[in-house]
């Protein structure tokens, strides 16, 4: 069973459905003790990094996420899911500090000529680390979705399984051991989308 | 490189996509029905669209309903995003729409009654999911007013400035919908469409007057519009997603092609 996590976040029935689509058998949970059991986790989200926080604090899930993720047992944050795994964020008037799994924090993309921002549509991967599991069977410079303003910039560059150029180049997703988090949303990104997610199902069972 | 993107737009009445002509004309009795709004999401997303607009032309509250139950199937088999717009008065109307599956909230004549509303949907989601859907007519040589309603009620708010307010206001994206075109095929407004994508930060989606697939390389090159969103092109089987990405390809613009 893949946990996932229930704290109000927009996409979760999207998330919860594409986890399905690939096979999965996901439970969501709102709850530390339904993270008892679980296999694997996922932590979605969209929207404010202190909303993140403040919403899995209320429901005493930020600990018990800390202590799932301290047991080895995969672990994918999407979106502001991915942000929470960092120490803090520079969001307008941010306070709460992240989960500080990765030493680092959650920055806006400069504004640049030609740039807009939110970054909003589907961009490329530059698969850094082609031996991610989570991109097995996906190509170099496949296209996912976006929908962000902010990145988190990791201090460990070692951790970084994907780059994406938006007029910087950052890390578009994570990986250590069985932690992986995505700035982009699989669960928005189609026939590549899904593979990614069915990959990381492959690692729960 | 970020790609322009290609978004089919469904207007949806009763449950099933219908389309006019132009604005004012779905009232007078001159929709044309052109099918089931998951049938044609699911043609669309093998097409390799980047995105949907479901978007509830009546407005009601038997509409949002109605709205619920379209965007929720189209989310359980559609795995790309889902922009929901029409008749969305409130940040709990927005927040049903989401737990949907939508990820982004288009507001127009909402936001024109209570511009307040922009700000309230940013704060709770985010700015990248409020989308403020501006109708423009040209009143001047040199000026485009928004209309509300459906492009029925005169503003007389400029739609340069309207489109700054709403930005300032928390909106992410604008979609640029020119009344004059819209419907008639004969290309998009290509002047305000470059204007108000040179005077916001935020992404700009040109709507309205697509006709060919020249129209669409037009308003991404000259009119520096960031996607470009149709409905009739695509519904009456002239031209499939792909056939527009692989012109826009062609072109030199980048585009995701499935």
Known sequence: ?205 | MIAKRVIPCLDVHAGQVTRGVQFGIAEAGGLRNVGDPVELALRYNEQGADEMVFFDITATAHGRTTMVDVVERAADQCFMPLTVGGGLRSVDDMYAMLRAGADKISINSSALATPDLIRAGAEKFGSQCIVVSIDAKKAGPDRWEVFSHGGRKATGLDAVEWAKRAVALGAGEIVLNSIDADGTKAGFDLVITRRISESVGVPVVASGGAGTLEHMAEVLLEGRADAVLAASIFHFGEFTVGDVKRFLAGKGIVVRLA
């Open chain 1, 1 to 205: 069973m893949i946990a996932l996590i229930d704290y109000g976040s927009g996409n979760l029935r999207s998330v919860e459905k594409a986890l399905r689509h690939v096979g999965a058998e996901v439970q969501l949970v709102a709850h530390p003790d339904g993270l008892q059991d679980a296999r694997a986790v996922v932590l979605p989200g969209v929207g404010a990094f202190d909303d993140c926080i403040n919403a899995l604090k209320t429901q005493e899930l930020l600990e018990a996420l800390r202590v799932f993720i301290r047991t080895g047992r995969p672990f994918l944050g999407i979106c502001v899911g991915y942000q929470a795994l960092f120490e803090r964020s520079e969001e307008f008037n941010s306070r709460a500090p992240g989960l500080a799994i990765f030493p680092g924090s959650v920055v806006r993309f400069p504004a640049q000529p030609g740039f807009k921002i939110p970054q909003i549509g589907w961009n490329q991967l530059e698969l850094v680390k082609p031996d991610c599991p989570l991109y097995r069977d996906i190509p170099n410079g496949s296209f996912v979705y976006f929908v962000h303003s902010f990145f988190p910039q990791p201090v460990d560059e070692a951790i970084v399984a994907t780059r994406t150029d938006y007029g910087v180049s950052f890390a578009s997703s994570v990986w250590r051991d069985n932690v992986f988090a995505t700035q982009f949303h699989p669960e928005k990104s189609q026939t590549i989308g899904l593979q990614i997610l069915k990959n990381f199902v492959e690692l729960a069972k």
